[in-house]
């Protein structure tokens, strides 16, 4: 199997950053909408507008990207980055001035 092989089958995460209109009660509704559209399709919330996702590889990635295209609303701006378990997983996270051990991520199968 060569570099590239390999890659495709790595363990990857999504992150989406958002920042979508509340100006007016539609905005809202459509904010709203979008953030549950994340929940549904299994991303956590990270922040108020940043939510990530594991995926099992390149391909199941792939998939849940085209479906956070279909569920953009007309106005805003939302940003995708993908990560490789390695690079999720250095993440730091700080709840105030005490560090906090992350949430542990799905645990990645070997099948032989």
């Known amino acids: 199997m060569n570099?590239?092989?390999?890659?495709?089958?790595?363990?990857?995460?999504i992150m989406v950053f958002f920042d979508l209109p509340t100006e007016?009660?539609?905005d809202r509704r459509?904010?709203?909408?979008?953030?549950?559209?994340?929940?549904?399709?299994g991303f956590t919330m990270?922040?108020?507008?940043?939510y990530w996702r594991h995926c099992a590889s390149k391909e199941n990635m792939e998939v849940h990207i085209e479906r956070v295209k279909n569920f953009l609303q007309?106005?805003?701006?939302?940003?995708i980055l993908h990560l490789t378990d390695k690079q999720f997983s250095a993440m730091q996270i700080f709840y105030g001035k005490k560090d906090?051990?992350?949430?542990?991520?799905?645990?990645?199968l070997e099948m032989f």
């Open 3 to 13: 570099l590239s092989t390999l890659n495709q089958y790595r363990v990857m995460w």
């Open 30 to 41: 459509r904010h709203s909408q979008f953030r549950k559209d994340l929940l549904k399709d």
């Open 24 to 26: 007016t009660k539609e």
């Open 74 to 79: 007309p106005n805003g701006k939302v940003c």
């Open 46 to 50: 990270g922040q108020l507008s940043v």
């Open 100 to 108: 906090k051990v992350p949430p542990v991520g799905p645990v990645q």
